[in-house]
Structure formats: C-alpha cells, structure tokens
C-alpha cells in the first residue's frame, strides 16, 4: 500500500487538489463566499504589507509627480526669462532708436557743421563734472567748441587730442554760459557750482525773472549759437542790498544719462548769422504769382494820319540802306 501512494504520490495529490477546489466552487456557486478560513488568515496577514506597499507607492509617486512639475517649472522660467531678455532687448533697441532719431532730427534744424560723438567716459571724482568723447582733433573738435544735444546745452570742450576730447559741463563750477530769460529777456551768466548745480548769476535788480522761466543762451560768449535751452528757473533770491539778484536754474539735460552728443564745429557768429537770415526768410512772406493776362500789354490805340497843309505836298518815305538813300 505504501508502495503504491509512494509511486503514485503526485497523481494522487493532484486529485485531493482537485477535488478540493471543486468542492469549493460548489459552495461558493451562489456568488457569495460563505466558507474560506484560509482566505480570512491570509487578508489578515497581509494588511500590513499591502498598506506599507500602498504608502510606499503613494509617496514614490508624489515624489515623482513633484520632481516632474519642477521640471516644468524650471523649463517655463526657463522660456519666461528668454522671452524678458528678448523684450528687454527690444525695448532698449526701440529706446536707442527713437533717442537717435530725436538726436537727428535737431542735427538737421542746426545751420552749423557738427560732429557726432559718444560718451566713452566719465571724470570719477565729484570736484570736476567732465565728461571724454570719442571724437578729438582729427575729427574737427577743438578746445572752446560748443556741446549740445536734442535738450538742450551741455558744456564746451576743455580739452582735445587727436581721437579723444574732454568735455567741461554746464554744471562744473569753472562753467560760465552768456543766458537770456526767454520771457523778458534778462541777461546774466549761468554757472555751475561744486554741488552739481546751476545758478544764473549778475542778473540786473531790475529786470523781471520769477520761477518756470525758461533760459536759453545768448549767443553773446563766442561759444555757444543764440537760442538753444540751457533749464528753467527754479527759485529767485534777492538781498536787500545789491546791484544784482541769482536764479536757480535746473539744466533742461541730464547729464548722468547722455550717450550721443554733438559738437558744434562752426563758428557761433556763422551760426548766428544763419539762424536769424531763416528767421528773417521765415517771417516775410512769399510773393504771390501774378496771372499772366495781367502781364499782357493792352494795344495802344492808332493816331490818325496827320493832313497836309494846304500849299504843301504829301512826301513819300524814301527807304534807307546801310550805303544811303537808295536812288529811284
């Protein structure tokens, strides 16, 4: 007998397996699982091990879902600032533009030969307001020369080699601009101070300035043309003895933020003559055309022949050649 389950040991385990699952299935046919201790051990037992698995897949994918938006995040800040930079670029070139444009534009109204430079530097200490220019001798610039821009006046140059110049600004205390008061035409000099100020000084007692006047040059110092602004007039200060009173006057250029200048090369009374011949071209006005029937001579009427008095005889009109009287 033990023989026989020996050699038929796994024949006969399949059929106690067999036999086994089929009877389960004949109780379990209804659908409803009424008998399964082993199931119950078995969902018992791994509770615990379906949780931690359950939490360790929970987190893994948490972990993996951040690290995957990070990646997002970091690609779109990425594209967000290329497309600032991009804007940036733009709006500096757009900026650039019109600032140039600007420039141009005023060169073209300027009745003076002038020569475009860039600011290449800048005087580091606060005693002197200087400014040094990429354009020198071989370029026409010379010491005493003019310095404007679009805005108005910035100084005259100081100092000059053959590629470079240095250029004294309005607001340097060894500065001094012949000025006007647009409104009532009040003379004095506009100066700088150690402070970066402007002061318009040697302004008669007299003569009427108050604050928001508009300053412009003279023409007068043999430096700069008539007419271009320098500020307006921020406060007036009189003392109660004295020929002369002193406005404060804010340049109409920021001189911390010039890139382009221009350098007036001609010659300021050249430039003077020029501004005040347009000005007198611009106020007389255009002759008008006259109609051309009204240039056509009206024929003059015929006078009749004179009649020959009585006792005298009608000549004839003898014709005349360059020899005389040409004979009948």
Same mark, same amino acid.
């Given at each position: ?14 059929? !106690? +397996? #067999?036999? =086994?699952?089929?009877? *389960?299935?004949? /109780?379990?046919?209804?659908? @409803? %699982? ?6 119950? !051990? +078995? #969902?018992? =037992?791994?509770?615990? *091990?379906?949780? /931690?698995?359950?939490?360790? @897949? %929970? ?10 938006? =990070? ?11 290329? %497309? ?245």
């Amino acid at each position: 007998m033990l023989e026989f389950l020996r050699r038929n040991q796994v024949l006969l385990g399949s059929g !106690v +397996f #067999l036999s =086994l699952s089929l009877a *389960l299935l004949v /109780v379990n046919r209804g659908g @409803t %699982r009424r008998f399964d201790p082993l199931g119950a !051990v +078995f #969902l018992e =037992l791994l509770r615990p *091990l379906q949780s /931690v698995t359950a939490q360790a @897949t %929970r987190e893994v994918s948490s972990v993996w879902t951040r690290y995957v938006g =990070l990646l997002n995040a970091e690609a779109e800040n990425r594209r967000l600032r290329d %497309r600032l930079r991009a804007l940036e670029a733009e709006h500096h070139r757009d900026a650039e533009n019109r600032r140039l444009s600007h420039l141009l534009d005023f060169k073209s109204h300027l009745p003076s030969q002038v020569v475009t430079a860039r600011v290449i530097g800048r005087d580091a200490s606060e005693i002197f307001q200087t400014l040094i220019l990429d354009r020198g001798e071989r370029d026409g610039v010379k010491p005493a020369m003019a310095v404007v821009c679009a805005e108005g006046v910035i100084g005259r140059i100081a100092q000059s080699s053959p590629h470079a110049s240095r250029v004294l600004l309005l607001s340097d205390h060894n500065s001094g601009v012949d000025a006007l008061v647009q409104r009532t035409r009040a003379r004095g000099i506009v100066e700088g101070a150690l402070s970066g100020s402007c002061s318009m000084k040697y302004i008669k007692r007299g003569d009427e300035v108050q604050a928001g006047d508009v300053v412009v040059t003279s023409g007068l110092d043999g430096i700069f043309p008539k007419g271009i602004l320098i500020g307006r007039v921020s406060s007036v200060s009189r003392k109660d003895v004295g020929l002369y009173q002193v406005a404060d006057v804010v340049p109409a250029v920021d001189f911390a933020k010039l890139e382009e200048v221009l350098v007036l090369a001609s010659a300021p009374e050249q430039v003077n003559e020029a501004i005040e011949a347009a000005a007198r071209a611009k106020a007389t006005p255009e002759p008008t055309a006259t109609p051309v029937a009204a240039l056509t001579p009206t024929p003059l009427p015929r006078k009749p022949a004179a009649t020959p008095r009585r006792g005298e005889s009608r000549r004839e009109a003898v014709p005349v050649t360059p020899s005389g009287p040409a004979r009948p």
